[in-house]
T-cell receptor
Framework: KQEVTQIPAALSVPEGENLVLNCSFT??????LQWFRQDPGKGLTSLLL?????REQTSGRLNASLDKSSGRSTLYIAASQPGDSATYLCAVRPPMDSSYKLIFGSGTRLLVRP | EPEVTQTPSHQVTQMGQEVILRCVPISNHLYFYWYRQILGQKVEFLVS????????KSEIFDDQFSVERPDGSNFTLKIRSTKLEDSAMYFC?????????????FGSGTQLSVL
């Protein structure tokens, strides 16, 4: 059974710092991996989607990498800002022909201090 | 930018009552989903829906739950007789195609409180 784990559970950094959020999954047979941002009491905003054949994706100050064989993904945030404060969720999708669902980690709660 | 819209944003109900949560997926999307997040827990998959039928459901999605696409734009989740443990944030999501070339798009959620 696929399990997704995110470390650390919470992170507090000063503004301007570069940071890395970690996601690991137990079954390397995935179709893709998606990183989301969740603000308190709000919905999920998609940040980056990495297909299983890709190694990384970039969007602005965000860079996500995927090492499928080791069951790991990282989300790198450059030059963090207070507006980046949110919970970051990682989710994997099993192989396309077996399932339609996303399996989520429990998230990393990020606080960027001014 | 197109988005998934959910109504209401908050719903309070008494235990045993029926509730219907509504969603308007992105207009050219074909696959629809419901997820939920109990406070402090992970986001959990409930059900996926395509071509007017359920394509996959989780163990959570028992006979108390049903989904429907009553017209060309709305997608609903009905809970027939709510329990205290149904209190959660319910998210609707949609995707353009099965391959999810652009990923899964989520609405802002309906916070359901069962008293």
């Amino acid at each position: 059974k696929q399990e997704v784990t995110q470390i650390p559970a919470a992170l507090s950094v000063p503004e301007g710092e570069n940071l890395v959020l970690n996601c690991s999954f137990t079954d390397s047979a995935i179709y893709n991996l998606q990183w989301f941002r969740q603000d308190p009491g709000k919905g999920l905003t998609s940040l980056l989607l990495i297909q299983s054949s890709q190694r990384e994706q970039t969007s602005g100050r965000l860079n996500a990498s995927l090492d499928k064989s080791s069951g790991r993904s990282t989300l790198y945030i450059a030059a963090s800002q207070p507006g980046d404060s949110a919970t970051y969720l990682c989710a994997v999708r099993p192989p396309m022909d077996s399932s339609y669902k996303l399996i989520f980690g429990s998230g990393t709660r990020l606080l960027v201090r001014p | 930018e197109p988005e998934v819209t959910q109504t209401p944003s908050h719903q309070v109900t008494q235990m045993g009552q029926e509730v219907i949560l509504r969603c308007v997926p992105i207009s050219n999307h074909l696959y629809f989903y419901w997820y939920r997040q109990i406070l402090g827990q992970k986001v959990e998959f409930l059900v996926s829906f395509y071509n007017n039928e359920i394509s996959e459901k989780s163990e959570i999605f028992d006979d108390q739950f049903s989904v429907e696409r009553p017209d060309g734009s709305n997608f609903t989740l009905k809970i027939r007789s709510t329990k205290l443990e149904d209190s959660a944030m319910y998210f609707c999501a949609s995707s353009e195609r099965l391959s999810w070339t652009k990923g899964l798009f989520f609405g802002s959620g309906t916070q359901l409180s069962v008293l």
